[in-house]
């Protein structure tokens, strides 16, 4: 506890250490924004060069590795990383070291599982999927090491280390890519992607001088598991149940439907690079706030879901105030039927917005089961939601009922981060001991 000034002794003298605090805070915010804008700007670059480069078929190809490895991504971040984030944020070096040892070498054993699962089922696929799962197999483990990192130095509060790591894979990436474009198949742009990010992963072991522990996987796995798998189930609805409501849209009201909602995600694509950058630092900020000051983490979680939702809110309201010719010149003959789900979908990342805020607070809390309620209870409406309006009244009504399943299921997490610092108000738990 910081000590009570004596008497006579200047106030003051707690202004500039409170200052530091926020400028720290505010540091690690803002390398945050800086990682996510460095790994949208490197994403969004290889999928229109792979695009413009192969053509559409191909590029579906292309594109079903894609999120194959989204998918794949969030196992492993619910089995090694988001624990990591949780439990050591802001501990000793020497905890989190180790902590980051066993994490990494999970990351980079869940790779290998899965990646041998590719070249397994790669070969019976056969045609132009087959080798370009085959090329994503060999490339998984430098994958999802690169993104152990990345989270391993955001726990750290060294956000700064994560996006120079970023800026190595975009700068290997160009390279690769004029290589991968020479070849020009499918398999060649995999690994040119794959093993760009592998030298950046081999940079990453540069950075923190930290041998990832493959063998000390199993013993992270036992010890994280109260939340490891829960995270796992988490992450997984998460991913699905956005794919199960494309699909699903695109059986009931047809593929254009789907293009008129991505396109208004489009539109929205700036600033929810914003939320997934503010995503990679709320929780080691949350755990932070919980270790420093407990009883203002609630008040934490409500000024970052709140200001999310707030520019949501102002994004979207500038959208509806763009000009029919700029709408036309971004996205062409998609604008026409984007435009009219613009305010839907607004509403719809106003309410995640709000909601992460909560998130955050659960995942701090370590209250995975309260978390996994949660997301499961948004996951359900999101598809429910979107399904049925889809049903009933096209896109536009898909659009609006996404909307309402989305401030529900952010109304449902503020309800368990509610009860959850209620129980931690009279029943403190212990601190977390860690190895």
């Known amino acids: 506890m910081t000590p009570m000034p004596t008497e006579g002794e200047n106030s003051q003298t707690t202004a500039p250490p409170a200052r530091s605090a926020k400028r720290a805070l505010v540091g690690r915010l803002s390398w945050g924004l800086a990682d996510q804008a460095a790994s949208s700007v490197s994403n969004f670059a290889v999928g229109i060069y792979v695009a413009r480069s192969l053509g559409v078929t191909a590029f579906g190809v292309f594109s079903l590795a894609w999120v194959t490895y989204g998918v794949v991504l969030n196992v492993s971040r619910g089995l090694a990383t988001d624990p990591l984030v949780v439990r050591f944020s802001g501990v000793s070096e020497e905890s989190w070291r180790g902590a980051v040892a066993r994490s990494s070498g999970t990351a980079l054993g869940v790779g290998a599982a899965i990646g041998a699962a590719c070249l397994v089922v790669g070969p019976a696929l056969g045609g132009r999927v087959g080798p370009a799962f085959v090329c994503l197999g060999v490339m998984l483990p430098g994958l999802l090491l690169q993104d152990a990192w990345r989270f391993s130095f955001f726990a750290a509060g060294a956000g700064r280390k994560a996006c120079l790591n970023d800026v190595v894979w975009g700068v290997a990436l160009v390279p690769a890519m004029v290589v991968a474009a020479r070849v020009g198949s499918v398999a060649a742009f995999v690994l040119a992607w794959g093993a760009s990010a592998t030298v950046a992963a081999g940079y990453g072991y540069l950075q923190s001088g ?33 794919q199960l409501r494309a699909y699903g849209l695109g059986a009931i009201v047809g593929v ?140 536009v009504g898909s659009a609006w009922c996404v909307a309402a399943a989305t401030v529900s299921g952010s109304a449902v997490w503020w309800l368990h981060l509610r009860s959850a610092l209620r129980e931690r108000h009279h029943h403190p738990i212990p601190e977390v001991r860690t190895p």
């Open 256 to 395: 254009g439907a789907v293009g008129a909602v991505r396109g208004a995600e489009l539109l929205l694509g700036p600033f929810l690079a914003v939320l997934m950058g503010l995503s990679l630092v709320t929780v080691p900020e949350a755990a932070r706030v919980l270790r420093r000051t407990p009883h203002r983490l609630g008040a934490f979680c409500l000024l970052l879901g709140g200001g999310q939702a707030v520019g949501a809110l102002l994004w979207g309201g500038a959208l509806l105030l763009m000009p029919d010719r700029l709408g036309e010149f971004a996205l062409g003959g998609v604008w026409h039927s984007a435009a009219q789900l613009i305010l839907p979908v607004t509403l719809g990342v106003a309410g995640a917005g709000l909601g992460t805020g909560a998130a955050a607070g659960l995942r701090a809390l370590g209250a995975a089961r309260r978390s996994l309620r949660s997301q499961l209870f948004a996951s359900a409406a999101y598809v429910g939601g979107g399904l049925g309006g889809a049903a009933v009244a096209g896109t």
């Open 210 to 242: 930290i041998r990832p522990r493959v063998t000390g996987a199993r013993g992270w796995l036992r010890e994280q598991r109260d939340l490891g798998y829960r995270y796992l189930v988490e992450n997984t609805c998460l991913s699905g149940a956005s």
